[in-house]
Nanobody, 121 residues
């Protein structure tokens, strides 16, 4: 079993920044990619950023230029640094990872429980 544990959410003032962390633990053979999605109240879940094990980064247009996703393969950890926050960034942020638990198994998509980020105006 694989678990993702997020940290770093909370209340932030508009214009500020935040750093979210996510650590994967459990029966992990390899991880092909980790990322972050978010879901604002009354809206669909949105993919925010992804980071592959080879270092390829992708960002949603809504956060591009003010966000950085980084990771530590050795620690199975991914981070999301976001700046110039606005109330539109208020959402529950979910960490996710594509994980292989055995050498010959397929990849499972694992999700964290979410971290609430509230941006006050």
């Amino acid at each position: 079993q694989v678990q993702l544990t997020e940290s770093g959410g909370g209340l932030v003032q508009a214009g500020g920044s935040l750093r979210l962390s996510c650590a994967a633990s459990g029966s992990i053979f390899s991880i092909s990619a980790m990322g972050w999605s978010r879901q604002a109240p009354g809206k669909q879940r949105e993919l925010v950023a992804t980071l592959s094990s080879t270092g390829i980064r992708n960002y949603a247009d809504s956060v591009k230029g003010r966000s950085t996703i980084s990771g530590d393969n050795a620690k199975n950890t991914v981070y999301l640094q976001m700046g110039s926050l606005s109330p539109d960034d208020t959402a529950v942020y979910y960490c996710h990872a594509s994980v292989r638990t055995r050498p010959n198994s397929g990849y499972l998509e694992v999700w964290g429980q979410g971290a609430l980020v509230t941006v006050s105006s």
